[in-house]
């Protein structure tokens, strides 16, 4: 079966990168049936989508957040990060990366990790 699990810092200043890293067993990040993707809840709000990256190495992100992430890869690893350059407001958000289907294999998400939280403050 597939796992996803987060990782990286609890705690960030803000101006300043937040860095998460997801490691996939399981199944390969070059696989073209899936995208993997990073997506973020803050408390009381719904989830939004922050970007994802192909099996081909190909990056997507949030119109909205485009000019401050990047997301990477090491197939090596079996990893893929989120970068998030300059992030505001303060507050504790929720992260979470996923897998998401081809849209010739349905186009959903059927696997998540569990979460990891990151608070910005000062």
């Known amino acids: 079966q597939v796992q996803l699990q987060e990782s990286g810092p609890g705690l960030v200043k803000p101006s300043q990168t937040l860095s998460l890293t997801c490691t996939v067993s399981?199944?390969?990040?070059?696989?073209?049936?899936?995208?993997w993707s990073w997506v973020r809840q803050p408390p009381g709000k719904g989830l939004e989508w922050v970007g994802a990256?192909?099996?081909?190495?190909?990056?997507d992100h949030n119109a909205s957040l485009k000019s401050r992430t990047a997301i990477t890869r090491d197939t090596s690893k079996m990893q893929f990060t989120l970068k998030l350059y300059s992030v505001t407001p303060e507050g504790t958000d929720v992260y979470y990366c996923a897998r998401r289907r081809e849209l010739s294999a349905g186009g959903f998400i059927d696997y998540w990790g569990q979460g990891t939280q990151v608070t910005v403050s000062s």
């Open positions: 399981g199944a390969s990040l070059t696989d073209n049936s899936a995208h």
């Open positions: 990256i192909t099996s081909s190495g190909t990056t």
